[in-house]
């Protein structure tokens, strides 16, 4: 039987490349707009533990130090192209310390 490739996927924090599955998903959802197209709500960028979420998404490790690492360089503010405030990298270090 044929061997399945295995998605690898690079880490925003430490830059290395692993397995899909040993990453947790960091996803921005889509903008909402009204029928003019302006933008009545931005999408909010948050952790996706269980990789469902519609959106744009970036991959961290499963450690604190990789999501600080992202946090300093600005790294996820690039791969989403807009600015994240303190606040959301707050929750998702606290949710990234539950989930360990």
């Not at 921005?28 to 519609?54: M, Q």
């Not at 450690?63 to 360089?73: D, G, H, M, N, V």
Request: positive net charge.
């Amino acid at each position: 039987m044929k061997q399945r490739k295995t998605p690898m996927r690079k880490c925003t924090g430490c830059g290395e490349m692993k397995p899909k599955f040993e990453l947790v998903r960091v996803v921005k959802a889509p903008d909402v707009t009204d029928e003019n197209g302006e933008v009545i709500k931005k999408g909010e960028v948050s952790l996706d533990l269980t990789s469902k979420k519609s959106g744009r998404g970036a991959y961290i490790c499963h450690s604190l130090e990789c999501l600080q690492a992202a946090r300093k360089a600005r790294r996820l503010e690039r791969a989403f192209s807009c600015m994240i405030p303190a606040e959301v990298y707050d929750a998702m270090e606290k949710e990234l310390s539950q989930d360990e």
